[in-house]
């Protein structure tokens, strides 16, 4: 695609990796030891290393449930005209003989594209090696937590009140499931070795998935769902990378089920203002900075400054964050500006002729669609 790659400092990268790699190992033994004593340990039923859960892909019973429940899912409007229902698409409007395909034109088509040759072909010609490993980097990272996210909204489905509240989260449940299965299929059509967590996506995912329900929700809505919007945002004019929009107009109302359930079930002003809630919440977003640094040389490979990147996730989260009411123990603006202060210090030491920025002014989305989705969001 002929990106223009950021500079980076070489001696700083290897750092970061290898901070990176002792915090996994660090965390990841704690975990086996907890495990083994019975005292805790991984949380997750999750194997990062071969992207899968544990027992493997099976893909077979996905295909024969899963798969088939989505094509064969009843449309309530179409069989029911006379409920409050609407959820049959224009399409399936128009084709009412296959009103049994759950799944809208634009959302098959990629699908299809996704498992043939030519998209493999498009994406030899369009990417480098080292671009690819870069891509495949960076998606895994939301790939891996995709899988996360089907565990945490699955929970979170127990404690939600209403009706209407159960179903909302329960299409985000099948939404998830959906994402991780297409994003491994996306990422293993790159043809390169995918990598496990880094030590601080183990850290962030773990820590949320054992988290109470109303942190659940926070870490997961408001955290992992805004670093993914980023993500898709950021990425989803890529060459090939069209289904990601549909990735990310998903990703869209995950982070706003937070503030319509709290519009019907507000939190208690004690659950607003307890010092220990507000301290997890600012501990769930904390791994992410580190994270920023993990990932700077893939990011720069494709043309994106990795403190860009991350002072627009940290705006766009202290954002859902206030407008859901989920407070934290200092005004976001604090942070907003400790973190600017930081990245900036980084780059005076490891950037020549580096002036200061305002990295929280940054907006690394692309794309005219995926900008007017946001737009909704962030205005």
Not at 61 to 78: F, N
Not at 120 to 131: C, I
Not at 358 to 378: C, L, N, P, Y
């Amino acid at each position: 695609m002929g990106f223009k790659k950021v500079p980076v400092n070489r001696t700083m990268v290897e750092i970061h990796r290898r901070a990176s790699d002792v915090m996994n190992n660090v965390v990841r033994s704690w975990d086996n030891v907890m495990g083994a004593v019975g005292l805790g340990g991984r949380r997750a039923d999750y194997d990062d290393l071969h992207y899968e859960f544990v027992g493997g892909a099976k893909d077979e019973l996905r295909m024969k449930h899963y798969d088939k429940s989505l094509r064969l899912l009843w449309k309530a409007e179409q069989h029911a005209p006379w409920s409050s229902f609407r959820d049959c698409s224009k399409l399936e409007k128009n084709l009412a003989d296959q009103a049994e395909k759950a799944l809208n034109k634009e959302e098959s088509l990629a699908r299809q594209r996704l498992t043939t040759q030519d998209f493999r072909a498009l994406l030899d010609r369009e990417y480098t090696l080292r671009e690819k490993q870069a891509m495949v980097a960076i998606l895994s990272a939301i790939g891996h937590g995709e899988a996360y996210a089907w565990l945490v909204s699955s929970d979170v489905l127990r404690h939600v009140k209403s009706s209407g509240a159960k179903a909302s989260v329960t299409m985000q449940v099948l939404e998830e499931a959906k994402h991780f299965v297409v994003m491994r299929e996306l990422v293993h059509a790159f043809g390169v070795p995918v990598p496990p967590f880094t030590g601080w996506e183990y850290i962030l995912l773990e820590q949320i998935l054992r988290a109470r329900w109303l942190e659940k929700f926070f870490g997961m809505n408001i955290v992992v769902e805004g670093i993914a919007l980023s993500i898709f945002g950021m990425i989803a004019d890529f060459p090939g990378m069209e289904v990601l929009r549909l990735f990310h107009l998903d990703e869209s109302r995950h982070t706003a089920l937070p503030v319509n359930y709290f519009a019907e079930f507000p939190m208690t002003r004690w659950e607003k203002i307890n010092p220990l809630s507000r301290f997890n919440r600012i501990r769930y977003v904390l791994p992410a900075v580190p994270l920023v640094f993990a990932l700077e040389d893939d990011l720069a490979e494709l043309g994106i400054d990795a403190f860009a990147f991350g002072g627009s996730i940290l705006r766009k989260i202290l954002h859902l964050s206030e407008r859901a009411g989920f407070l934290l123990p200092l005004p976001g603006e604090w942070y907003i500006e400790t973190l600017n202060a930081v990245f900036n210090g980084y780059c005076y030491a490891t950037r020549p002729n580096h002036a200061w920025q305002r990295f929280q002014d940054a907006d690394t989305t692309v794309g005219a669609d995926v900008r007017k989705v946001e737009e909704a969001i962030f205005a």
